[in-house]
């Protein structure tokens, strides 16, 4: 089996996961100018929300889930207008609440679930790729994360709210002009895209089971994702979740888990350096 | 580990307490930090407690050894393996000699490992494994034990590969293993790798048997977790529901029922701390502190998960009759104990995997 | 600012507030205060030097300085490492490591100082967490100490040796006490005069508007840097004496949930920039955290957090320095009251 069949195989596989991810990360932080630190919080939830719904509630995975990934927009709908909103004059008290409300989720869950990972069902079968053995599970999270890139595109380019969105993103000022309401676009962000936090949170925990601090990892990632593709611009974001897949894939490949820890960072730190609104970002 | 404790310490207050003294329950969450450890003995001593159980990390353990000789408060530890602790005991007794460990040291869990690879190797002729581990530092006395341990043997560690723990798939890593031409596959993961571990090690059909030890591994609801994909796997388990001493399957029941989950590895080491602790005060008839240490380095003890005898850097001794894991192979969801022998039921068989027309199957073999 | 110098006799008063809660709090341990409590606010006192350093800074130009975890970590490091490979102990490694860890800072940070907007603020919250992953991975775990850290004699411990056991710990104790109680206070006394002085003002207007500020005629770029100067001072210190107090030296001292967030908490609820705000927040959170594990245990994480999302929602221009002015409004109308009588 080929080095580079494997890594770009694995390197796609993730990098669509992180491009969900992070287009929702990258909508909020593009919106209310301010990092949500409290979206890594919503990937853990979903998944525990299912497991959930599942084991007490009795629903069948295939309700079970979708219910789940509603309720972490719902999450993320309270959160963003209880501790974002009224905090928004000070964008440094957002990442203190944020983070505040991060580890409150992940203390509750430690303290009801404690040492119990929840792994959700996976996607039965496998298939060959590439001469790689893959199991479909796979194949559905690809199939699921490009569906919800296409839509979200659809909704940003054609529906009015996602225009509003796309307005209040480039400009507070220019679209209360218009006639926008900001908060209203901000509530309905922090809907979308803890909704997309979800998604990604349902679909990898069968593959690596859910902890209550697996939020953190992934918000890193999001975070050098953004940076790396520019702060707003959404293609920026694609681009940049596709390099930063291949690139981890590679660097766990060749060097091993433990310094793969240091990538994301690592890409932050050279990216604010050299070129610091990132790939495709506007200037500042 | 609390909950485990709370029920030794009622166990010993319904039978009487302490030479006659009830015992009473404080804590102190130390958040896995070196810090908070600190913090907490210095309070919980200033409280005037008789003795500290617990102490699960090492890099905690570490951090408060040095304020043992400062407050003269024992603590009888469940976990924090490190062999640096082992090392400061030994070079400082009189320092140190308030610390002991209820569980074995790092060097004695690769010890362990190496036990029933050693024996598979004479017994199927095998003279290459490949090695799997989670990247971080505590595996490194692992591999340093496993460099010696193998060469004595005549194993060869044909490939070893350092894994993240946030690791999403191992289809690269059973091929390079493949590759390697390894007879046999140990592994070593701390957190949440072994259920894609499991997975691909059955969507791989890999047709090698795998040893080794993983947290959630060894947990019983692991098989459904994984639907079966665990099949075939050995596992370690330290603590096991097995009737090792006349305790074990007490402790094993009552903690099940009351907590509603097995006990992990920790809850188990943590009971026999406390139980050991209670009866070596017993037997010194004091709670003075330096009575107590002597009974606790002269006699052995009888806990829930093997007899407790203390080396002279006070940890616990690892022998099949003093403590000593189990090893068990996931067989049709159930957990069969293969080894050491001295647990095996009779009737065992071993399956071993091996490729029939392209699918892996298993052989069953008698066992042992 | 008051334009007409106000006379010695007002001067003074103005300090009898401020004098006599050091005098008072230097004599805690007087009253029996000892063991953990004492413990307690000796790390308090480290920690205000870190929320001092935080505030003068960060508080008056907003350029939030999340490096002070790196800052600090680097200190703490610096006299592990003294130790392990010289031999030197902290007594002797103190002064040394805030000098390197200032030097390293600046040569860091100097070229992100130019840097506008949120990237200094990034780039200085990354560099702790990749010395993190640096220090707990191999190879260099093994000569930085790894998650182990590196252990070290304490402060004074020589001296303490000699000293009948009984005598050793309360020695310890109270010596660290006095020696941070009185750095604190140098520090804060130096804080609050630089805050509200020209070279504060100088920083506050860096801080509302920074273009504003080069056109009137500021030097921005070299007021930013002594103020970094400043702020880097303090945290060094705090990260020295951290180490000499609380050994062994171990990667806690460089994750920002540690060693950012709690000071920058205190900034922010005690009111940016105004120096006696976060410094009496400081020391009430520490001391509520502690008592809360006393009070509600496990939840007290929680609790916590809960209290913070309120305050913070709650007024985000800083609770404590809020009730601070409306204190000292209630009490001079009461004096004003009796004098007019």
């Given at each position: ?13 993730h ?21 949500n630190?409290?979206y ?5 939830l ?10 007490y ?5 295939y309700?079970?889930?979708p ?24 964008p ?26 929840v ?63 900001p ?9 979308v895209?803890?909704?997309?936090a979800?998604v ?17 990892s ?21 681009v ?7 690139l ?21 730190v ?5 070129r610091?609104?990132?790939?495709l970002?506007?200037?500042? | 580990?609390l909950k ?22 404080v ?5 896995w930090s070196?810090?908070k ?7 919980l ?25 400062l ?8 976990g ?26 790092a060097t ?6 190496w ?5 598979l ?12 581990y ?11 034990y496993?460099?010696n ?15 993240p723990p ?9 091929a390079?293993?493949m590759?390697s031409?390894?007879?046999?596959i140990?592994?070593q993961f ?16 890999i047709?090698?048997?795998?040893v080794g030890?993983?947290?959630y591994a060894?947990?019983?609801v ?5 639907m ?7 596992c ?17 029941n ?37 009575k ?9 003890f009888?806990?829930?998960?093997g007899?407790?005898?203390?080396t ?7 022998a ?5 894991p189990?090893y ?22 071993l ?18 | ?11 003074l ?6 004098i ?18 004492l ?14 350093s ?9 350029y ?22 010289l ?5 002797y490694?103190?002064?040394?490591a ?8 600046t ?5 992100s100082?130019?840097v ?21 991975s ?20 020589s001296?303490?040796?000699m ?8 020695f ?20 609050y ?14 801080g ?8 009137s005629g500021?030097d ?17 210190t ?6 000499a ?9 460089l ?68 009730i601070?002015?409306?204190l ?8 004003s ?5």
């Open positions: 089996m080929g080095e580079l069949e494997y890594i770009l195989l694995f390197g796609l596989f990098s669509v996961t992180y491009l969900v991810f992070s287009l929702g990360f990258s909508l909020v932080f593009g919106v209310a100018r301010l990092p630190l409290a890594g919080s919503l990937y853990v979903s998944s525990y929300l299912a497991h959930a719904l599942s084991s509630a009795g629903l069948e995975m309700w079970a889930v219910t789940a990934v509603l309720l972490a927009g719902a999450v993320s709908l309270v959160v963003g207008e209880l501790v974002v909103k009224p905090a928004l004059k000070m440094v008290s957002v990442f203190i609440t944020t983070m505040a409300v991060a580890y409150i989720v992940e203390e509750v869950l430690n303290m009801l679930m404690g040492l119990r990972p792994v959700l069902s996976l996607y039965p079968g496998t298939s060959s790729i590439l001469g790689i053995a893959v199991s479909n599970h796979w194949l559905l999270v690809v199939g699921v994360c490009i569906l919800m890139v296409i839509s979200l595109t659809i909704f940003l380019l054609r529906t009015s709210t996602g225009r509003a969105i796309r307005a209040v993103a480039e400009s507070w000022e220019e679209s209360m002009r218009l006639g926008i309401d908060l209203r676009v901000l509530r309905v962000t922090f809907l895209t803890g909704i997309y979800g990604t949170g349902v679909l990898l925990a069968p593959l690596k089971a859910m902890t209550p601090s697996a939020g953190w992934p918000l890193f990632a999001a975070f050098a994702i953004v940076v790396l593709g520019g702060v707003g611009n959404l293609i920026g974001t694609v940049a979740s596709v390099i930063y897949g291949l981890e894939q590679a660097v766990v490949y060749f060097l091993g888990g433990g310094i793969a820890r240091v990538v994301p960072l690592l890409i932050v050279l990216t604010l350096v050299v610091p609104q990132g790939l970002g506007r200037g500042e | 580990m485990a404790i709370e029920i030794a310490i009622e166990e010993i207050n319904n039978a009487g307490g302490v030479l006659g003294y009830k015992v009473e329950l804590y102190y969450d130390t958040q070196g810090d450890a600190a913090e907490g003995y210095k309070k001593a200033d409280e005037g407690v008789k003795v500290i159980f617990g102490v699960f990390g090492s890099h905690e353990a570490l951090a408060i050894l040095d304020l043992l000789p407050y003269e408060v024992p603590v009888i530890a469940s924090a393996v490190s062999d640096a602790i082992d090392l400061k005991v030994l070079g400082n007794y009189e320092l140190y000699k308030y610390w002991f460990r209820a569980y074995v040291n004695s869990q690769a010890a362990a490992t036990d029933l690879l050693a024996y190797s004479r017994r199927f002729g095998w003279t290459k494994v490949a090695w799997i989670e990247d971080l530092p505590w595996v490194i006395p692992h591999a340093l496993g460099q341990r193998s060469k004595l043997e005549g194993v060869e560690v044909t490939i070893s590969i350092g894994v946030d690791i999403g798939s191992f289809t690269d890593v059973f390079k293993v590759a031409g390894a007879q046999y140990t592994w701390s957190s949440t790798e072994d259920y894609a571990f499991a997975r691909d090690y059955f969507i791989g059909q047709p090698l048997l795998a030890g993983g947290t060894m947990l019983d692991f098989y459904n977790q994984t079966g994909a665990a099949e075939g796997l050995i370690i388990s330290w603590g096991f529901p097995a009737p090792i001493t006349p305790k074990t399957m007490e402790f094993y009552k903690f099940k029922q009351r907590v509603g989950t097995e006990p992990l590895f920790t809850a188990w080491y943590a009971y026999d701390s406390v139980i050991v602790w209670a009866e070596a005060v017993k037997k010194a008839g004091t709670f003075d502190v330096d107590v240490i002597k009974v606790l380095e002269t006699s052995t009888v806990g829930a998960t007899v407790y005898e203390f002279r850097s006070h940890t616990a001794k690892l099949p009759d003093r403590i000593y189990v068990f192979q996931w067989q049709r969801g159930k957990r069969v104990v293969v080894w050491p022998f001295r647990v095996v039921e009779s009737g065992t068989k399956l071993l995997p091996t490729l029939k027309d392209g699918t892996r199957v298993w052989l069953e073999i008698p066992w042992p | 600012m008051a334009f007409a110098k106000p006379s010695i006799k007002r001067r008063v103005r300090y009898v507030p401020s006599t809660i050091m005098v008072a709090y230097s004599c805690i341990p007087l009253l029996g205060i000892r063991g953990f409590w413990d307690v606010l000796t790390r308090a006192n480290i920690f205000a030097l870190l929320t001092l935080l505030d003068l800074y960060s508080g008056t130009t907003f939030l300085n999340l490096g002070i975890s790196f800052i600090a970590g680097s200190s703490a490091y610096v006299v592990a490492l003294l130790y392990r490979y031999g030197m102990v902290p007594e490694s103190i002064i040394p805030i000098a390197v860890a200032i030097a390293l800072s040569v860091i940070f100097l070229p100082i130019r506008r907007g949120v990237y200094f603020s990034v780039l200085s919250l990354l560099l702790p967490l990749i010395m993190v992953s640096l220090i707990t191999q190879p260099l775990s093994l000569y930085l100490g790894g998650e182990g850290g590196i252990p070290l004699p304490s402060l004074f411990s001296y303490a040796r000293l009948p056991p009984r005598e050793r710990i309360p310890l104790q109270l010596t660290w006490f006095y020696l941070t109680t009185a750095l604190t206070i140098v520090a804060a006394v130096l804080s005069k630089l805050a509200y002085s020209n070279f504060g003002f100088m920083l506050r207007a860096i509302q508007d920074e273009e504003l500020a080069e056109a500021i921005t770029t070299r007021v930013k840097l002594l103020g970094f100067l400043v702020s880097s001072t303090l945290a060094a705090a990260g020295a004496l951290y180490a107090i609380r050994p062994p030296v171990t990667v806690d001292v994750i920002p949930a540690n060693t950012l967030v709690p000071p920058l908490t205190a900034v922010i609820l005690g009111g940016m920039g105004t120096i006696i705000g976060p410094l009496a927040t400081n020391y009430i959170t520490i001391v509520a955290y502690e008592l809360l594990w006393d009070a509600i245990g496990r939840w007290r994480t929680i609790a916590y957090m809960l209290l913070l999302i309120v305050l913070v929602i709650l007024k985000p221009q800083g609770v404590v320095f809020h601070y002015l409306k000292r409004k209630a009490i001079a109308t009461k004096l009251s009796v004098t007019w009588r």
